[in-house]
C-alpha cells in the first residue's frame, strides 16, 4: 500500500495570512468562525478559511484518486465535515463512508 502525505487535506485555518500568535487570539478566530457557521458574511472580509473553501481544498486533493478503485483518506474532522455535511463533532477515531464519482 502507498502512502502520500496530502497538505490539501490539513486542517481548517484560523487565519489565512498566517499572522495570529497566541492561544487567545486562535480561539476567537474560532468562535467568530462558529458565530457565523463557518460563512463569511455578505460583503464582509475574514480572516479565518470559510467552510466552503476548506471544502474546495479537500475536494482538489480527493479528486486526484478518482482513478483509483479504493483510497484511504485520513485527517482532521473539521476538514471532513464539509464533504459529509455533519454538523456534529465526527467521534475520534471513526470511520465515514464518502463516494464522489467522477463527472
Known sequence: ????????????????????????????????????????PPGEAKLWESKELMRKRVEKVINQYLGFQKVIITGHGMAFRTLLGELAEIPHASISEYTKVNT
Open 1 to 40: 500500500m502507498d502512502i502520500r502525505i496530502e497538505f490539501g487535506l490539513r486542517e481548517w485555518q484560523p487565519d489565512l495570512t498566517f499572522e495570529y500568535d497566541s492561544l487567545e487570539r486562535l480561539a476567537e478566530l474560532g468562535s467568530d468562525y462558529d458565530a457565523h457557521h463557518g460563512v463569511y
